[in-house]
């Protein structure tokens, strides 16, 4: 499990969310960009399991598995973000996170390629997301950090996966 950190909540406008962004984030890979988790949203980390197909689910919706007698729903995050699928390999894991939905927090499970680190990301280093005009949304953002001559993409959980997705609707 990553270490849990303080991370300031971020209900800011764009322009003064840089501060209140800074904290400690989990990156990982899918296809060939970074991105980025607050460390407090990241349960666990573990490796890729037997994932029960559920019916009747949208195509981003993996399935569910068994962790220590717990039952939770995995995500693909590749298939969530329009990319092509592909084979897991020995460094594909499930990023186990809690995820705001509705009225409650629940655990979900999301697939990536692989975690690379745990970095701390100044608030100089975080730009607001850009505009790309009407037809394409960023409210999944919370922003992006230049770091060691890269740019991640650090990520809304809640609004990629949560009630409010800002990326085609509910979960399931």
């Known amino acids: 499990m990553v270490g849990t950190v303080a991370v300031e909540e971020a209900g800011t406008q764009a322009g003064s969310a840089a501060p209140a962004l800074a904290g ?11 991105y980025g988790l607050p460390v407090l949203k990241v349960r666990e980390i573990i490796k890729v399991m037997d994932i029960t197909q559920v019916p009747q689910v949208p195509p981003h919706v993996r399935g569910v598995i068994n962790l220590r007698g717990k039952v939770i729903p995995v995500i693909d995050l590749r298939a969530k973000f329009g990319l092509p699928s592909q084979e ?7 990023v186990v996170v809690d995820v705001a939905l509705s009225d409650t927090t629940v655990k979900l499970g999301i697939v990536v390629d692989a975690v690379s680190e745990v970095l701390n990301v100044a608030a100089p280093e975080i730009d607001p997301a850009p505009e790309f ?3 394409v949304s960023t409210d999944y953002m ?4 230049k770091v060691k001559g890269t740019v991640k993409i650090l990520l809304d959980l809640d609004r990629v996966l949560g009630a409010d997705s800002a990326l085609g609707g509910r979960i399931f």
């Open 133 to 135: 005009g009407d037809r």
């Open 88 to 94: 897991a390999t020995e460094r594909t894991c499930i």
């Open 142 to 145: 919370l922003g992006l950090a």
């Open 24 to 34: 400690k984030y989990l990156t990982f890979a899918l296809d060939a960009e970074e």
